[in-house]
């Protein structure tokens, strides 16, 4: 069976040959390939490499922006050479790719000329990728590739009266899934993704609590809510039963928040939510965002007395520093903190 998917590895090379044989020959002789990749040697290098993603546990957004840094990498022409398609980069062997990329080549030089005019946060993470890309390949990251420096902006948790707007515009909105949402988020702190992948089973009502699967990173937590959350979802259960009719897939029997087509509902669907909920509480869109929603549940958190190791735990921070980043306290609880010390 292993020689057979060489063989087949080897037809897909030979078909993304391109008319560059100088420049492939040149490349295939620069280093050698390290002793792990060796056996890959002949296999097209980026099957192997998006295995080695998935291996990872990369999610699918990590797993296409790092695609896209390697596409243009790869695809980045030298003077006098030939330009190739993405498709026939693709398709070069492991080894062959392996001479193409060597950083003593100069094409990561001039690829990183061509990320001038991105954001400095675009070109981190283009950056972190094809980092990735060459450490995979064996080779060290150049010392003089330095990731533009920049201010990592502190979202603005909503003040306590912008919270009682939108819990009241929650309750006023047509939609059934706008009261539950809107509390589960600020009563756990849950991502976007971390709310749409909540299934009915995850959640113990009894413990006041619930199991995040595979949250970011693919990292599994429990975060707990209030009494608000269970008698939110308490009312929302009979929506649920209707519109799971719909579908009746097994996901859906599955998911805890459905959309009215009967689907597990999805980032895009609550991003819409929230923009509907900021005009019923009039407050603009711009200041509200599930992203706001959670910072608001951690700066309350913090605002009770919760330590940073706590708040980090709760929302899965896989390092410390993201939390003490993510959170700011307010002038008035520095002054409440300063006067009861």
């Not at 919270?163 to 976007?192: C, F, N, Q, W, Y």
Request: hydrophobic fraction near 40%.
């Amino acid at each position: 069976m292993e020689g057979e998917d060489r063989g087949i590895a080897s037809q897909k090379v030979e078909q993304g040959r391109f008319d560059t044989s100088s420049n492939i020959s040149q490349e295939n002789s620069l280093s050698p390939l390290p002793p792990r990749l060796m056996r890959l040697g002949a296999l097209p290098w980026f099957e192997c490499w998006a295995g080695q993603l998935r291996a990872e546990k990369k999610s699918k957004h990590t797993i296409r922006a790092y695609t896209v840094a390697a596409r243009d990498f790869s695809t980045t022409s030298l003077p006098g050479e030939e330009t190739i398609t993405w498709e026939q980069a693709q398709n070069l062997p492991v080894r062959v790719y392996h001479g193409r990329v060597n950083p003593s080549m100069g094409r990561i030089d001039a690829w990183l000329n061509s990320l001038g005019e991105l954001r400095p946060a675009t070109i981190n993470a283009r950056i972190a990728a094809v980092s990735h890309l060459l450490k995979w390949l064996g080779y060290a990251v150049p010392e003089w590739v330095q990731r533009p420096a920049r201010r990592r902006p502190l979202p603005r948790p909503l003040g306590r009266s912008e919270v009682l707007k939108v819990r009241s515009a929650a309750l006023r909105m047509e939609d059934p899934l706008a009261h539950p949402i809107v509390t589960t988020m600020l009563d756990t702190g849950l991502r976007i993704s971390e709310l749409c992948n909540l299934d009915i089973d995850d959640v113990d009502h009894e413990d006041l609590s619930a199991l995040v699967i595979g949250g970011k990173g693919e990292k599994d937590r429990t975060v707990l809510f209030t009494k608000k959350t269970t008698e939110a979802i308490a009312a929302w259960d009979p929506i649920r039963a209707m519109r799971l009719k719909l579908a009746g897939s097994e996901d859906s029997e599955r998911a805890l928040f459905l959309s009215s087509r009967g689907n597990r509902i999805n980032p895009r669907s609550i991003q819409k939510l929230i923009d509907r909920l900021a005009d019923e509480a009039e407050i603009p869109r711009a200041r509200l965002s599930p992203h706001t929603l959670r910072h608001t549940f951690a700066t309350g958190l913090l605002e009770r007395g919760a330590d940073l190791v706590t708040i980090q735990r709760l929302l899965g921070h896989a390092s410390i520093a993201t939390t003490r980043v993510y959170l700011e306290i307010s002038d008035q609880t520095l002054r409440e903190i300063y006067h009861r010390a």
